[in-house]
């Protein structure tokens, strides 16, 4: 018997009264079959074969499985972690748009593949974004540009999409600031033509 048998034995026997605690030779007879009991037939017990098939079968399952429960084969496990990285690129990009576009973009829709897992994981996907000019609001229209531009840049890897996006709204925001400099320059004109009209200091003649 180990020191944690006799110790949980003690403890068990503390609670009785003097009159209730069995003779030595019961205690030894107890102890005798205790130790048969945690020496004996459970040390030469040997694992079932029914646990063995569980370990073995679990063991060939640990990793990724096709669709039918059946591992995956080494090629197929590399095309699915390419497929996970190319899934996980794909959704930073277009959340990168989106974050960065605010009010002007739209939601995500994406092209999926069929991994040797039965999963799907998207390979392209787009943002659908406004780059268009605010009609007769060149200040706006500024305004709109620079956060178009910033979305179309947001990824680390902008496409040749994204690019062309930002180039027109780049164009778009050139105009806009020499019309809203040109509204200016009008306004500050038309301010100065007022200013230097001569002042009419006569008092209006009374009628007869």
Do not use: C
């Not at 996907?125 to 947001?154: C, L, N, S």
């Not at 164009?171 to 007022?194: D, F, P, T, V």
């Amino acid at each position: 018997m180990d020191i944690s048998a006799l110790n949980a034995f003690s403890g068990s026997t503390a609670t009785w009264s003097a009159s209730n605690l069995p003779t030595p030779r019961v205690e030894r007879n107890e102890a005798s079959s205790q130790r048969f009991k945690a020496d004996g037939p459970l040390s030469n017990a040997e694992p079932s074969k029914e646990t063995d098939e569980r370990t073995e079968s679990s063991e060939k399952t640990a990793g990724p499985t096709r669709p039918d429960g059946t591992p995956l084969a080494p090629e197929e496990i590399q095309q699915l972690e390419q497929l996970k990285q190319t899934d996980r690129e794909v959704r930073q990009h277009e959340m990168a748009h989106q974050t960065a576009g605010g009010p002007y973009t739209g939601g995500a829709s994406y092209d999926y593949e069929v991994g040797p897992d039965g999963k799907r994981y998207a390979v392209a996907g787009e943002v659908p974004i406004d780059y268009g000019p605010v009609p007769g609001d060149p200040q706006a229209t500024v305004e709109k540009m620079q956060t178009v531009i910033a979305a179309a840049m947001a990824p680390a890897d902008p496409s040749p999409k994204d690019l062309q996006v930002a180039a027109q709204a780049r164009q778009y925001l050139l105009e806009a600031k020499l019309e809203a400099a040109q509204k200016q320059s009008e306004m500050n004109q038309a301010r100065g033509e007022h200013d230097s009209e001569p002042a009419n200091d006569e008092p209006p003649e009374l009628a007869a």
